[in-house]
């Protein structure tokens, strides 16, 4: 399997569950705060998105697959009529998947309450032999309440992957506790409300750019 640039090795070696919550907690508090003081500076400079890098058969056309929730089974198709950022991770991940969420995080504060409510995000682990449902919850919990955890069998999510053209590995490692770690794609996935993939971003974009982004889809509201 060939990998780009972008490609994130998520390794964390954290051997108290409650520590390493509280760590997360604290993170994520750092990084909102953080992010809305670079947004005061780099709104005006920074651009956004680019041309959909995902494989050919997504691009702007209707897209869906079904995953298990917190809640039940859910679809992608269940979410028409709304903006949808995806993004593909899994909850042991210490850096660019805290960063990722907490950047869609941000991104909501900007939006209108009616905005809010046409604007959700699902948060796709690739690693549902330590990601249950419970965790999922909990994990994206510290973010957004808009933001859901989902995970399925591992043909569901090399299934779902292949759509979206993400690169993930699972790979051995003595050294530490977790036993394995995650190689992953980091992008950002944008659905626009007719449920076609409308954009890839970088994790890291800017959230209130990115928050213009959900904002121009749903005033379109096409594709």
Known sequence: MNFSKTLIMCRKNYKNEKVRIFVIGVYVCFLIFYSGIADSHEAKSKGIGGEIKGSESASFQEVNFTLDSPEGSLSLKDFRGSVVLLFFGFTSCPDVCPISLSTISHSFSYLTDDELKLSK??????????????????????????????????KQ???VAEIFGVNFEKKDS?????????????KIFVIGPQGALRKTIPHNTDSKLLSQQIRSLLGRNQL
């Open 157 to 159: 999510l090399v299934k």
């Open 174 to 186: 003595p050294d530490s506790a977790l036993g394995y770690v995650i190689y992953h794609s980091s």
């Open 121 to 154: 995000s699902l948060f796709i682990s690739l690693d549902p032999e330590r990601d249950t449902l419970e965790k999922l919850k909990k994990y994206t919990g510290y973010f957004h309440p808009n933001i859901i955890g989902v995970t399925g069998t591992m």
